[in-house]
């Protein structure tokens, strides 16, 4: 399988509830590398460019509203097959039906509050990733340093 890079934001509900820690963890757990990371408070403009895919849906201005309720955690992942083992962990869009053991399962409240979001494809990672970091932002150096 294809080493990928994926996109991932720890979402404003997440940070709320003291969960990213956790979060964090199952990623490092997962073998998924951290490449890069930010903690920031998105902008209204920032969510509606972001989220610009869903501005006809009826559910868009409630979603920029969250999402700019309170600091995410914007990250770069990279693995074997990175972007659905991404998606994986973190189950169906729907907290309320997310099996227990996903972090929507166990993070999420409902179908918005739902604690993390993932790139659906590799195209959509590109300009995500792009969204949020500088080249010069992502480390791309993976192994361990000798002690
Ligand atoms: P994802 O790829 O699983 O994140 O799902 P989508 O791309 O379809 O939706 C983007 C985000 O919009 C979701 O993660 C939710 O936070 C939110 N969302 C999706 N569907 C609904 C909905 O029906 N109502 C509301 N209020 N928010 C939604």
């Known amino acids: 399988m294809a080493v990928e890079r994926t996109f991932a934001i720890i ?12 979060i964090l963890a199952r990623i490092e757990a ?4 951290i490449l890069a990371m930010k903690k920031i408070q998105l902008s209204e403009q920032g ?8 501005k006809a849906r009826p559910f868009f201005a409630d979603l920029v509203q969250f999402m700019t309720s309170g600091p995410v955690v914007a990250l770069v992942l990279e ?15 729907n907290s309320q039906q ?10 999420g409240t409902d179908v918005e509050q739902n604690a993390t979001h993932g790139s659906d494809a ?4 590109r300009l995500e990733i792009s969204y949020f970091f500088n080249a010069s932002e992502i480390c791309a150096v993976t192994e361990a340093l000798p002690a």
């Open 11 to 22: 979402k404003p509900d997440a940070v709320k509830k003291k969960v990213a820690g956790q």
């Open 30 to 33: 997962s073998g998924l590398e």
């Open 47 to 54: 969510a509606k460019g972001f989220y610009a895919v869903h």
């Open 79 to 93: 693995g074997e097959g990175a972007i659905k083992k991404w998606r994986d962990l973190m189950g169906p869009t």
């Open 98 to 107: 997310a099996p227990k053991g996903t972090l929507r399962g166990d993070f």
């Open 122 to 125: 590799p195209e959509t990672a």
